[in-house]
């Protein structure tokens, strides 16, 4: 069972910076894509970044050019380098993660990022 570890979420003024970290605990299955989902309120959840296992990434528009998503496959390990930071970003960080030959989705428990003066 893959389980996904999240780190990094907290409180920022607008603006600012912050990283989130998520690391696949499960390395015999082969990890696919991984990335970030976030959840606003009242909001739906949403994708904000993906990066599959050869590097290539996808990014929601909202974001491109202020977040960057990076991954070392040894590790089954993203980061998620946020800059520029608006109160519209605030929300609940979900990591995601695709394993195995059926491409089985996992999620992880969700760190808390606030942007707020």
């Known amino acids: 069972q893959v389980q996904l570890m999240e780190s990094g979420g907290g409180l920022v003024q607008p603006g600012e910076s912050l990283t989130l970290s998520c690391a696949a605990s499960e390395t015999s299955r082969e990890i696919h894509r991984m990335g970030w989902y976030r959840q606003s309120p009242g909001k739906q959840r949403e994708l904000v970044a993906l990066i599959s296992s050869g590097g290539g990434t996808n990014y929601a528009d909202s974001v491109k050019d202020r977040f960057i998503l990076s991954r070392d496959n040894a590790k089954n390990t993203v980061w998620l380098q946020m800059r520029s930071l608006k109160v519209e970003d605030t929300g609940v960080y979900y990591c995601?993660?695709?394993?195995?030959?059926?491409?089985?989705?996992?999620w992880g428990q969700g760190t808390q990022v606030t942007v707020s003066s």
């Open positions: 995601f993660a695709q394993s195995g030959r059926m491409r089985d989705d996992h």
